[in-house]
């Protein structure tokens, strides 16, 4: 709830900026009728992609962290990128045997609730790139689109990395912005 005077503040500039919708009342103070609190706000930090063989339609693996810093739940729906033929939302898990296997999360989709952080991460939850139209090659980045189901698409770019990079040497992508 810290965020929404900023919001306010910002509306009411963009308001009087056009000329319209404000209304002044008696006291010279300008109201809006739109209440912006109460939706998902997600940030996006620290993706990266592990470098993969240079060998034709390979898969790739991206990470990154999601947290939600809004009152409403969302949810990353799809993913996609120029780089691969097709991509999907997978989770590596332990079977009885202690072998490592990977699937599809359950419903396609990946919830954030507020107030929680989701981590992608080798092991765990991850973004697969399958069918690769190029290698991912170690010091360059690629463009990959999430989409979420209320705040929308948002396109970040994806270093390329033989190993994880600090956290935050990517600056972080929060939506909608403030
Ligand atoms: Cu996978």
């Given amino acids: 709830m810290i965020r929404a005077p900023i919001l306010f503040v910002a509306l009411a500039v ?3 900026a ?20 109460g939706g998902p706000q997600i940030v996006i930090e620290d993706p990266w ?11 790739g693996i991206a990470y990154m962290t999601f947290s939600n810093q809004g009152d409403t739940a969302d949810r ?11 991509v999907e939302l997978h989770i590596d898990e332990v079977d009885a045997n202690g072998v490592m296997h990977m699937r599809m999360v359950d419903g396609g989709v990946i919830d ?5 952080t989701v981590r992608l991460e080798p092991a765990g ?4 790139l399958i069918d690769l139209v ?12 999430l989409k979420f189901e209320i705040v929308g698409e948002v396109t970040l770019d994806v270093p390329v990395a033989y190993e994880q990079p600090e956290s935050g040497s990517v600056d972080p992508i929060v ?4």
């Avoid at 954030?112 to 929680?116: C, H, N, Q, Y």
């Fill in 49 to 59: 992609s592990r470098s993969t063989p240079v060998v034709e339609g390979g898969t």
């Fill in 125 to 128: 939850l991850h973004i697969m």
């Fill in 134 to 145: 190029e290698p991912l090659v170690e010091g360059t980045s690629y463009p990959l689109t």
């Fill in 18 to 37: 056009t000329a319209c919708g404000g209304e002044s009342g008696d006291d010279g103070a300008t109201t809006v009728a739109i209440d912006h609190t």
């Fill in 175 to 178: 939506v909608p912005e403030t």
């Fill in 14 to 16: 963009a308001m009087g």
């Fill in 76 to 86: 990353l729906v799809a993913v996609k990128t120029p780089m691969a033929a097709a």
């Fill in 112 to 116: 954030i609730l507020p107030g929680e």
